[in-house]
């Protein structure tokens, strides 16, 4: 079946820092990968995704890129604000599997000024 | 509203009770899934609806939990005979269709704990 394996957290950084989050998943199909992010008190919201091989999503300085050679789909931030910490959930979508979403456990990050 | 709106955003309740938790999609919204989310994990599938059906129900855990959405909208997902394993959040979300499928737009949930 499907599965998605990203890195635990907590993850604190300082403001400003490179952020990565690592994620990793198991498809028996040809997934689209998606990140979610969940800001304190609020509901999941879609951030980024990518469909296909190669593919880079982006929102909101984050970034990326679907790389099926080692099944990955890590997320990265060049420079990180207080503002994004949040809790972060990748995640595929299989269309053999009927395109429910699959998640991964989620990454905390906490970003201190 | 302009977003998926779930009710009640909190409910305690005693084991063996019955549960019912509301959804009401974004409006136009065709397709509409219930999660788990358990504390500290991922959302876990549980249903999804096309219109009025249900298409996907694999991820109900037992036959205690059943779901509804009579008239293609709002919808209810309902637990018998609730045991403590059952407390978690529950997350509605909606999606235009098919050829948005996996973004989907998120509640803020229904805490349920069960004493």
């Known amino acids: 079946g499907n599965s998605v394996t990203q890195m635990e957290g907590p993850v604190t950084l300082s403001e400003e820092a490179f952020l990565t989050i690592n994620c990793t998943y198991t498809a028996t199909g040809y997934p689209s990968l998606f990140w979610y992010v969940q800001y304190p008190g609020e509901g999941l919201q879609l951030l980024l995704k990518?469909?296909?091989?190669?593919d880079k999503g982006s929102n909101k300085g984050f970034e990326a890129t679907y790389r099926k050679e080692t099944t990955s789909f890590h997320l990265e931030k060049g420079s990180v604000q207080v503002s994004d910490s949040a809790v972060y959930f990748c995640?595929?979508?299989?269309?053999?599997?009927?395109?429910?979403?699959?998640f991964g456990g989620g990454t905390r990050v906490l970003v201190k000024p | 509203g302009a977003g998926v709106s779930q009710t009640p955003s909190n409910k305690v309740t005693e084991k063996g009770k019955y549960v019912e938790l509301r959804c009401d999609p974004i409006s136009g919204h065709t397709a509409l899934y219930w999660y788990r989310q358990s504390l500290g994990q991922g959302p876990e599938f549980l249903i999804y609806?096309?219109?009025?059906?249900?298409?996907?129900d694999s991820g109900l855990p037992n036959d205690r939990f059943f779901a509804v959405r009579p008239e293609g909208s709002v919808s209810t997902l309902k637990i018998q005979r609730t045991e403590r394993g059952d407390s978690a959040v529950y997350l509605c979300?909606?999606?235009?269709?098919?050829?948005?499928?996996?973004?989907?737009?998120f509640g803020e949930g229904s805490r349920l704990t069960v004493l």
């Open positions: 995640a595929l979508s299989d269309e053999a599997a009927g395109n429910k979403l699959t």
């Open positions: 979300a909606s999606t235009p269709g098919l050829a948005k499928a996996g973004e989907l737009f």
């Open positions: 609806f096309q219109g009025t059906g249900a298409a996907d």
């Open positions: 990518a469909t296909k091989a190669d």
